[in-house]
C-alpha cells in the first residue's frame, strides 16, 4: 500500500518557476498520468517524486511519510526514464540485477530475479546482449523490468512512449495496463500524448504552466473540462468567439462570430450578463452535416425546428476541404468568414465534396462557455 | 585537363584514366606525404640509429666505436646495480605518482563535469593553465613552498601538528608531489574529454535504484570513463617514470633513469651505454603499460565491489 | 539528508583543495617575483620591481626570449604547415596511409621527453646539425604536430564537405575552392593549433636541453641551468612572463573558441 500526497509542491531555477503549486493525493494502486503540453512542469514533478530533484517548497508524502528531503536511492520509488537511460557497459542482465545489487541481494539470486523480470517482458532471449543493440521498444521493455525488479512502492514513468514509433506506442500502452493489474502498485505516468492518457489512466491529472489545473477520471476530465486550455488540450474542437445578447431562465443566447446568435439552454441564468465575452466549444463529434437544402423549419424567433419538434442550433456554409483521416473524414467548412470542422465516420462520411453548401446543427446542450480569462462557464 | 587527354595516344590514356579515378585518394597523399616524411626521418630514423649505436662496443677517446657490434651496452645496463637502481627508483616514482594522479584527475574531472557557469570556467582553467606553463616553473615552485622553511611547513608548525620541520624538499615526497603536478592537467583532461560525452541520465537511473552517490560513480561514471582513466594512467605512468624536470630540482640522493642517462650521455660520452639503457627502459615501460592497459580494461564492464 | 550535506561539503571542499594546489605553484612564482630580496619567499615580505629592472639590463635573458621566440615561431609554421596539409588530406581519403599515420603521429608524445631528446642528439650530431636552431624546432615540431593535427582533424570533421564541392561546380580550382571555401570556415581552428604548436614550443625544455648551445638555449632552459645553481628570484620574473603568455594565449583561443573545446582538443 502506498498512497502519496503532494502538498503545495514548487520547483525554481534561479528566476524561473518549473513548478508553481501542485497539490494531490494519489491513492494506492492508482494509475495517475500527469498530462500537459511540453514546458507544463510535468516532468519535473515526477522528478521531485523520485526524488532527482529537491522541491523549492512544499511536501510530499509517502504512506504518510515525509520523503520531501530524502534522496533518490532512499526512496522506494523507481523511474523509467524517457530515453531509458540504460548501462551501457553491462549486459541487459546486468542491468536488470542492478537495483537488487545495491540492496545487497546475492550474486545468484540477483540473477534469477532478473530473468523472472525479463520473462515478465518477454525479453529472456537478449539477457546477454549488450542494451546499446536493442529496439527502442526492447529498450524500453528492459528499462521497465530494470525498474520493477526492486519492487518499488511507486513505479513513475517519464514518458517512456514517446520515443516509439505510434504502432509500437500503443502495444506498450496495453501492455503497461495489464502489467499495472497484475502488480496492483501505484503508477505515475507523465505524458504529452492525450490518447496515452486516455488509454492508460484511472485518473488524469492536467498540467499548465506549472500547476495541476484538473484531477479527475478521464471521463469526467473530458466531459467536464474545467477551464478552455483543457478543453483545447484534450482534443481538437471549434472554438466560436461571441458576446452575450440576452439571457433567459432556461436559456443564454450568444451573438457569434458565425453570423448568427447560438442559443445555449442553462439551469443558471446568472452565470452570464449580457455584454460578456464568451468562447463556445462547438466539439466536431457534437456536429452533424447534412445538406444545406434538407428542409428544416423554422420557429416563431427565427430558430429552426426539427422534424420532432426540438430546437437546434444550426449554419450553413461551404465545405472548403476534405480530409481523410484515416477511418474518420474532416469536413472543413466555411462560414461567415471563420471556418469550422466537423468529423463523420468513413462508412458515414456523406460524400460531400469541396464547393458543396451545408448546413451544420448541433444541440445547444452539447455546447460548453468558457469566459474571456479561459474559465468555466457552469450553465 | 580534360582537353589534353583527349588527344593523348591510347596506350597512356588507357594508364591515365584509372589514375585520374584516383586522383581524389592521390591528392590526399600527396597531402600526408610531408607529415609521413617528417615522422620517418625525426621520429623512426632517430630510433633505428638510437638502436644500433646501443649495439656497438665503446670506445675511450670517442663516444663510441662506430661500425663495431657488440651487446656491451646491454651487458653493463644489466650488470650495473647503480643503473639497475635508478629504474627501480623511476618505477616506484612512476606508479605512486600513477597512483595518486589518476585517483585526484577522476575527481577533478567528475567535478568539472558537474560545474556549471563560471566554477566550470574556474576548473577548467586552472587545468589548461599550467597544462601550458613550462616544466621548469612547474616544479621549481615547489622548492618555496615544501622546504624545512617553506610555506606548508610553516603553516604545520603554527597549527603545532608537527614539531620540527619535515624534509618534503629535497626528497621523494617533493618529486612525487613535483612530478603529479606536472602530469595532473593532461590526466584530468583525458577523463574529462571522455565523461562529457556521457549521458547523466544514467547516473540518475543508478541513484534512482539504490545507489548512492558515491557508489553511483563508482558503478557507472568509472567503468563508463575507462577509456578516459586508460589514456590517463598510461600519459601519467610514462612521463612519470621517465621524469627529468622534477627529480632534477626536487631530489635528493636518490637518482632516477632521466638524470642518470643524461649524466651517461653527456657527462661520461658512454653512448653504447646510454642508448643501450634507453632501449631497456622503453621495452620496461612498454610490457609494463601493456599490462596496466590489460588490467584496466577488465574493469570497463560488470565489477564486484560488495 | 545529513549524508548528504556532509557529502556536499566534502565534494566542494575537495575539488576546491585540488583548484588551490593546481594554481598555487603559479601564484608562488608570481609573487616571488616581486620580492624585494634576492631570496625566494613566499609571501614575499617586501614587494619591488628591482627584478625586473635587472631582467631587462640581462643580455642572457633577453637573447634567451629573442632565440625562444626564434625556435616558437619556426616551429608554429613548420607544425602547422604540416599538421594542415596532413589532416586535410587524412579528411580526403581515410585510406590506409591515413590509420598509419594517427599513431604514428600520436606515439611521439607517449614517450618520455628524455628518451626523445637523447635519440635527437645521437641523430643530430650524427646529422652535423647539432646545436643549430633548426635542430629544435624540428624537435619541437615533433611534440606541436599531434596538437595540430588533431585539433584539425577535429575541425575538418564537423566541416560541410559540399560546400567544396559547391565551389567546384561553380568553377573554382582547387586552390582557389580551398582558400574561398574551407579556409574561412576553419580559420579558428588553424589558429587554435597555431597558437598550441608555439605554446608547446615556448615551454618546453628537456629535449631543447639536450640539443642547444649556449648561443640557442632558449628561456625555459637558461632558467633550468639558472636554478641548479641557486634560486634565483630571475627565473620567477622569466617565469611570471612564461604564465602571462600563457594566459594571453587561452584568452585569445577561447575568443576564437570556446573554453570547453579546447579543454577536449587538449587532451
Known amino acids: 500500500m502506498s498512497e502519496i500526497t503532494l502538498d503545495g509542491l514548487a520547483k525554481r531555477y534561479g528566476e524561473e518557476l518549473a513548478v508553481e503549486d501542485v497539490s494531490v493525493t494519489i491513492d494506492d494502486g492508482e494509475l495517475l498520468c500527469l498530462l500537459g503540453p511540453s514546458g507544463s512542469g510535468k516532468s519535473t514533478t515526477l522528478r521531485m517524486l523520485a526524488g532527482l530533484e529537491t522541491p523549492t517548497d512544499g511536501e510530499i508524502r509517502i504512506d504518510d511519510e515525509d520523503v520531501t528531503d530524502r534522496p533518490a536511492y532512499e526512496r522506494t520509488t523507481a523511474t523509467v526514464f524517457q530515453d531509458w537511460a540504460l548501462f551501457p557497459h553491462k549486459s541487459v542482465l546486468e542491468n536488470v540485477a542492478f537495483g537488487l545489487k545495491m540492496q545487497g541481494v546475492g550474486k545468484e539470486e540477483r540473477r534469477e530475479r532478473a530473468r523472472e523480470m525479463l520473462e515478465r517482458v518477454r525479453m529472456t532471449d537478449h539477457a546477454d546482449d549488450d542494451p546499446m543493440n536493442l529496439s527502442g521498444g526492447q529498450k524500453q521493455r528492459v528499462a521497465l523490468a530494470r525498474s520493477l525488479a526492486v519492487n518499488p512502492d511507486v513505479l513513475l514513468l517519464d514518458e517512456p512512449l514517446s520515443n516509439l514509433d505510434k504502432r509500437l506506442s500503443e502495444d506498450m500502452q496495453i501492455e503497461l495496463r495489464e502489467i499495472h493489474a497484475e502488480l496492483e502498485e501505484t503508477f505515475v505516468h507523465v505524458t504529452h500524448d492525450q490518447d496515452e492518457a486516455f488509454t492508460l489512466a484511472d485518473r488524469i491529472g492536467i498540467m499548465a504552466d506549472g500547476n495541476l489545473v484538473q484531477v479527475g477520471e478521464p471521463n469526467e476530465v473530458y466531459q467536464n473540462p474545467k477551464n478552455r486550455f483543457i478543453e483545447g488540450f484534450l482534443g481538437d474542437t471549434n472554438f466560436v468567439e461571441g458576446v452575450v445578447d440576452r439571457t433567459s431562465p432556461d436559456a ?7 453570423g448568427r446568435e447560438v442559443v445555449v439552454p442553462t439551469s443558471n441564468p446568472d452565470a452570464l450578463d449580457a455584454g460578456d465575452a464568451v468562447s463556445l466549444s462547438l466539439r466536431p463529434e457534437a456536429l452533424s452535416i447534412e445538406s444545406a437544402d434538407a428542409g428544416l423549419e423554422a420557429d416563431e424567433a427565427g430558430q429552426p425546428v426539427r422534424t420532432d419538434g426540438s430546437t ?21 467548412v466555411a462560414v461567415e468568414g471563420t471556418s469550422v470542422f466537423a468529423e463523420r465516420t468513413v462508412s458515414d462520411s456523406g460524400e460531400f465534396e469541396t464547393g458543396d453548401e451545408i448546413r451544420i446543427s448541433w444541440d445547444g446542450a452539447d455546447v460548453l462557455a468558457f469566459r474571456d480569462d479561459g474559465s468555466r462557464v457552469d450553465l | 585537363m580534360s582537353g ?7 596506350p597512356i590514356a588507357r594508364v591515365w584514366e584509372p589514375l585520374r579515378e584516383r586522383s581524389r585518394s592521390k591528392r590526399a597523399l600527396l ?42 651496452g646491454y651487458a653493463e ?37 558537474r560545474a556549471e557557469g563560471a566554477i566550470k570556467s574556474a576548473l577548467l582553467f586552472s587545468v589548461i593553465l599550467p597544462l601550458l606553463t613550462t616544466l621548469v616553473v612547474k616544479t621549481y615552485a615547489f622548492r618555496p613552498l615544501l622546504s624545512p622553511t617553506g610555506t606548508v611547513n610553516d603553516l604545520l608548525l603554527s597549527l603545532n601538528l608537527v614539531s620540527e620541520p619535515i624534509q618534503f624538499v629535497p ?5 612525487i608531489v613535483g612530478q603529479v603536478y606536472i602530469v595532473l592537467p593532461y590526466a584530468v583532461l583525458a577523463i574529462y574529454s571522455v565523461l562529457s560525452t556521457m549521458d547523466w541520465g544514467i547516473v540518475e537511473a543508478a541513484r534512482d535504484l539504490g545507489a548512492s552517490r558515491p557508489r553511483s560513480v563508482l ?5 563508463q570513463a575507462m577509456p578516459g582513466i586508460i589514456v590517463a594512467t598510461v600519459i601519467s605512468f610514462a612521463w612519470s617514470v621517465g621524469a627529468y624536470a622534477a627529480p632534477g630540482l626536487l631530489a635528493s640522493q636518490r637518482v632516477p633513469f632521466a638524470i642518470e642517462v643524461e649524466k651517461r650521455l653527456l657527462s661520461n660520452l658512454q653512448w653504447e651505454i646510454a642508448t643501450a639503457y634507453a632501449v631497456i627502459m622503453l621495452l620496461l615501460m612498454a610490457a609494463s603499460i601493456g599490462v596496466l592497459t590489460v588490467t584496466l580494461n577488465r574493469f570497463g564492464g560488470e565489477f564486484e565491489y560488495a | 539528508m545529513h549524508r548528504e ?42 614587494y619591488s620591481l628591482v627584478h625586473y629592472r635587472t631582467f631587462f639590463e640581462e643580455t642572457t635573458w633577453l637573447s634567451a626570449f629573442d632565440n625562444s621566440l626564434l625556435v616558437g615561431t619556426g616551429t608554429t609554421v613548420v607544425a602547422t604547415t604540416l599538421g594542415v596539409t596532413a589532416a586535410f588530406g587524412h579528411e580526403l581519403d581515410d585510406g590506409r596511409t591515413g590509420q598509419l599515420l594517427a599513431p604514428l603521429v600520436l606515439v611521439p608524445l607517449l614517450i618520455p621527453p628524455i628518451i626523445l631528446g637523447i635519440s635527437m642528439r645521437v641523430y643530430f650530431v650524427r646529422a652535423g646539425l647539432n646545436a643549430s636552431f633548426l635542430s629544435i624546432i624540428l624537435a619541437h615540431t615533433l611534440w606541436a604536430t599531434p596538437l595540430v593535427y588533431f585539433v584539425m582533424r577535429s575541425v575538418f570533421s564537423r566541416f560541410d564537405w559540399q560546400l567544396l564541392d559547391a565551389a567546384k561546380d561553380l568553377g573554382a580550382g582547387p586552390i582557389q575552392s580551398f582558400a574561398y571555401a574551407v579556409l574561412p570556415n576553419v580559420k579558428h581552428g588553424i589558429f587554435v593549433g597555431a597558437l598550441l604548436a608555439f605554446i608547446v614550443s615556448l615551454q618546453e625544455f628537456v629535449m631543447a636541453l639536450f640539443l642547444s648551445s649556449h648561443s640557442t638555449e632558449t628561456i625555459p632552459v637558461v632558467a633550468w641551468t639558472a636554478l641548479r645553481q641557486s634560486l634565483d628570484p630571475m627565473v620567477s620574473v622569466v617565469s611570471t612572463f612564461l604564465i602571462l603568455i600563457s594566459i594571453v594565449a587561452i584568452v585569445a583561443a577561447t575568443v576564437a573558441t570556446n573554453l570547453e573545446w579546447l579543454s577536449k582538443q587538449l587532451s
Not at chain 1, 450553413?316 to 474532416?330: A, I, K, N
Not at chain 2, 646495480?81 to 585517483?103: N, P
Not at chain 2, 626528497?171 to 618529486?175: L, S
Not at chain 2, 558503478?219 to 567503468?223: G, K, N, S
Open chain 2, 171 to 175: 626528497g621523494t615526497i617533493g618529486v
Open chain 1, 312 to 332: 437546434t442550433n444550426s449554419v450553413v456554409g461551404t465545405v472548403e476541404s476534405v480530409l481523410y483521416r484515416g477511418s474518420t473524414v474532416r469536413y472543413s
Open chain 1, 252 to 258: 443564454v443566447r450568444v451573438e457569434t462570430e458565425l
Open chain 3, 5 to 46: 550535506t556532509v557529502e556536499n561539503v566534502a565534494f566542494r571542499a575537495g575539488y576546491l583543495a585540488i583548484l588551490t594546489f593546481m594554481l598555487l605553484p603559479l601564484a608562488v612564482v608570481v609573487a616571488t617575483s616581486f620580492e624585494a630580496s634576492g631570496q625566494l619567499l613566499f609571501p614575499p615580505e617586501n
Open chain 2, 77 to 113: 645496463v644489466l650488470s650495473s646495480g647503480v643503473l639497475q637502481d635508478a629504474i627501480l627508483y623511476s618505477f616506484k616514482l612512476g606508479l605512486i605518482a600513477t597512483g595518486i594522479t589518476v585517483s585526484i584527475a577522476v575527481f577533478y574531472a567528475y567535478a568539472i563535469w
Open chain 2, 31 to 72: 597531402l600526408m606525404a610531408p607529415l609521413l616524411v617528417f615522422e620517418l626521418l625525426l621520429f623512426v630514423a632517430p630510433f633505428l640509429i638510437l638502436l644500433r649505436i646501443s649495439l656497438t662496443s665503446g670506445s675511450q677517446d670517442l663516444r663510441y666505436a662506430a661500425g663495431t657490434w657488440s651487446l656491451e
Open chain 2, 219 to 223: 558503478e557507472i561514471v568509472v567503468p
Open chain 2, 4 to 10: 589534353t587527354h583527349s588527344s593523348l595516344p591510347a
